[in-house]
């Protein structure tokens, strides 16, 4: 028995070195709160938190405290693991480096007991990461379910310019403090403003999917600052007007168009004709009337891709309404939605490529306008609108993959918010729907158009998850809104090869959707927490009317 001790001792002596420098190669977590409005109660358990938090060495650098209140807090007992400092001379003395990390935490908020174990191992482990944000858990006053939790999608550079969606607790390296205004500076900013900055320098930001921090408000929805957003635009030439909406709250970017790029409309369509509201009518002569009669923004031309079978009589009507602004391109081979789309999308020259059904009518008279501005980003591929059927219920708020790719929020009513307001912002997402889809040109033919292996369904979302891999974005706005009436044409059906093929392609990103998030309850088209409770479901069928 001695001769194995002796013999295994070297090697678990190694691995606790090999521990112990990791340790020490991140010797310090900086905790910074602004304590200018908070009570003492508030520091309290803030204070109480940080000593089950994890770590064994904080620094807690408290704003605009109160010397009486100073002393309580440093006379509490903390294990020795809580250092409370007011001053940023007293901060620097404790010779910060780059390697060590930055909280900043809210007054009242919590530390989730541990947390900060998992937060310090994926940044030892992964030194690329600079910036951090993970979920939070907000107090119901309800005995069966005491907290519920804001369950936070993946980096949204969009969605953060409307609302503070990553939350106040931020996780950061030093040397981004330093390079986006410094501690001081960033402590008594408004949260959203804050992490407008650090995100502007950070090169690497990553979604931790667990509970960081257990609020004092029951109040999940993100704070929004307009002054913050309108700096921001302004650091990033941003040319923009903005917009607060003080009832969600959150801020509309509403970019301005700088240009007039041209459009080309794509529809195919075999000249259906089906009952709405209360009257027959012909889908695609009242698709294309609504973009003619409609749209505040008119620099398009329409192409038809016609089956054979559409009737002549519509065809002669489709023109009269386009004129010299409409093409008809005979299709007369087997049904194919990809290679139709492809067919029209080559057929014509055009900056971007609207891909339209022909069962859509716009709402908004902007949506068009809307969805073309968004393209002055240069990083922005596709872009959806919200899609609504013909009862003003949500057809599609673009995909998400719980596993199973489904459109969010489906046949829900339209004053749904969603959880944190999800509803109600653009947002970058993994897949829109192919009934609207609007892509910058040169992007639809580096990735090649539509796969032509998916005919009837699965081609929008195989196309989107192209566009991001060639490094490009995918975005969600509510504010262009269009009808789709899509039983009306007919009913999507689920093709074993297809669904294999998207799978086989795809299966790592659909089983790990990065707007989604792992804790919420798979295979829904809500963003449910992953709970039986009532809460969580009243959480995600909030009503945008009950809440505002």
Aim: aromatic content about 8%.
């Amino acid at each position: 028995m001695d001769e194995t001790f002796e013999i295994r001792l070297p090697k678990y002596a190694t691995i606790i070195e090999k521990n112990l420098k990791k340790v020490l190669g991140m010797s310090k977590i900086v905790i910074v709160t602004d304590a200018r409005e908070a009570n003492f109660g508030e520091l309290r358990a803030s204070h109480k938190s940080l000593v089950v938090s994890g770590s064994r060495s904080i620094i807690w650098f408290v704003l605009g405290i109160s010397p009486e209140a100073l002393k309580k807090l440093r006379r509490r007992f903390s294990f020795g693991r809580v250092q409370v400092v007011n001053e940023f001379d007293q901060l620097t003395e404790n010779g910060l480096t780059s390697t060590d990390l930055v909280v900043f935490l809210s007054a009242g908020d919590g530390l989730q007991r541990e947390s900060l174990v998992p937060v310090t191992e994926l940044f030892l482990q992964h030194s690329e990461i600079d910036l951090l944000y993970a979920d939070s858990g907000h107090p119901t006053n309800e005995k069966a379910d005491p907290l519920s939790f804001a369950r936070r999608p993946g980096w949204s550079p969009e969605r953060l310019r409307a609302h503070c969606y990553v939350g106040e607790t931020l996780v950061v390296r030093t040397d981004l403090v330093v390079c986006s205004g410094g501690i001081d500076d960033l402590a008594l900013r408004h949260p959203h403003d804050r992490a407008l900055r650090l995100t502007e320098n950070a090169k690497n930001i990553r979604r931790l999917a667990e509970v960081l921090t257990i609020a004092k408000l029951s109040e999940s929805r993100p704070s929004a600052s307009l002054q913050a957003v309108v700096e921001h635009c302004q650091r990033q030439n941003i040319k923009a007007d903005c917009e607060l909406d003080e009832s969600t709250p959150s801020v509309r970017v509403r970019r301005r168009l700088t240009k007039q790029p041209t459009v080309a409309v794509i529809i195919a369509t075999r000249g259906t004709s089906a009952e709405v509201f209360g009257e027959q009518r012909v889908l695609v002569v009242e698709s294309v009337r609504s973009l003619f009669e409609k749209s505040t923004y008119q620099n398009f031309s329409v192409v038809i891709v016609a089956d054979t079978p559409t009737p002549k009589t519509v065809i002669e009507t489709l023109q009269q309404i386009g004129g010299s602004r409409l093409q008809v391109i005979n299709y007369d081979r087997p049904f194919n939605f990809a290679e139709k789309n492809n067919i029209g999308a080559m057929s014509c020259d055009s900056d971007l490529i609207l891909l339209l059904n022909d069962d859509t009518e716009i709402i908004t008279t902007d949506a068009l306008e809307t969805m073309v501005a968004m393209f002055n980003d240069a990083q922005v591929g596709v872009v959806g609108p919200m899609l609504l059927f013909e009862d003003a219920t949500i057809q599609s708020a673009g995909h998400i993959f719980s596993p199973d790719p489904t459109d969010l929020y489906r046949a829900r009513n339209l004053e749904t918010a969603g959880p944190q307001n999800l509803l109600r912002v653009q947002r970058e997402v993994s897949s829109l729907i192919g009934a609207c889809m609007l892509i910058r040109r040169d992007v639809f033919e580096q990735v090649g158009g539509l796969c032509l292996s998916f005919p009837g369904n699965w081609n929008d979302i195989d196309f989107c998850l192209k566009v991001q891999l060639a490094g490009f974005r995918a975005v969600f706005t509510p504010h262009a809104q269009l009808y789709h009436f899509e039983s009306k044409t007919r009913i999507a059906k689920r093709v074993d090869a297809e669904v294999g093929k998207l799978g086989a392609r795809w299966g790592s990103v659909l089983d790990d959707d990065p707007y989604f998030n792992p804790r919420l309850q798979r295979y829904t088209n809500i963003w449910k927490t992953d709970s039986t409770s009532q809460q969580s479901l009243d959480d995600a069928l909030s009503l945008f009317l009950t809440i505002a």
